[in-house]
């Protein structure tokens, strides 16, 4: 086996640094630019690790790897905080004033099939809320939750129930979770709101009108 070319301190730090400036470890810039920082001071402080011997080439492998894991476990670490950080913004149950129902079912049906779970559960519940304003059998409220939603649409289509809970709970996870909607959930949100478009509600809920 060829020995390894010896590396020095000087070309060891740049190796380090070049390798923590790659993008995929940059999802946190101020936290990751911290740790690019403290990296570089700690490895300019180890002055003893003198160029050309097997320990000191050995010793700079270790830390080029220690470092890479730590600037990895640094930023898989700060990821989820930023999510839930985004996620904690509301995501309303209606879409725009001017966004037919029809354009939200065929956006839902279009996102399902293109296993975009997430956007296809959150488009099948907003089709099926504004289906259901427009024939005045839901009245929208500002603020109103998925779960409101799905009550509200129960009253006109009881037997439906089950079905309008499951799409509020699937709408909650592809809104507010770091899961994602699985590809059930979205097959029956898509489903369910193409239902409710060509079916009548209770007879009951008619004549209360």
Request: proline content about 5%; hydrophobic content about 50%.
């Amino acid at each position: 086996m060829i020995p390894a070319e010896p590396v020095g301190p000087d070309e060891a730090r740049r190796r380090i640094l070049e390798e923590l400036a790659r993008a995929e470890y940059h999802r946190g810039p101020g936290l990751i630019d911290r740790v690019v920082g403290a990296v570089s001071r700690w490895l300019d402080s180890w002055t003893w690790l003198g160029g050309g011997t097997p320990a000191g080439t050995v010793a700079l492998v270790v830390l080029l790897l220690a470092a890479v894991v730590l600037i990895v476990l640094v930023a898989r670490r700060a990821t989820p905080l930023r999510r839930r950080a985004v996620l904690a913004a509301p995501v309303p149950v209606t879409a725009g004033a001017d966004v037919p129902a029809a354009d939200l079912r065929r956006a839902a049906a279009a996102a399902r099939d293109a296993g975009h779970t997430d956007e296809a559960v959150i488009s099948a519940l907003r089709a099926l809320v504004r289906d259901l304003a427009d024939r005045t059998l839901l009245t929208v409220t500002d603020g109103m939750t998925a779960h409101e939603a799905a009550l509200g649409a129960a009253r006109a289509f009881p037997d439906l129930r089950g079905g309008l809970l499951r799409t509020a709970d699937a709408f909650d996870t592809a809104a507010y979770s770091r899961r994602a909607a699985s590809e059930k959930q979205a097959a029956e949100a898509v489903s369910l709101a193409e239902y409710v478009a060509q079916a009548s509600p209770d007879r009951s809920v008619l004549e209360s009108l």
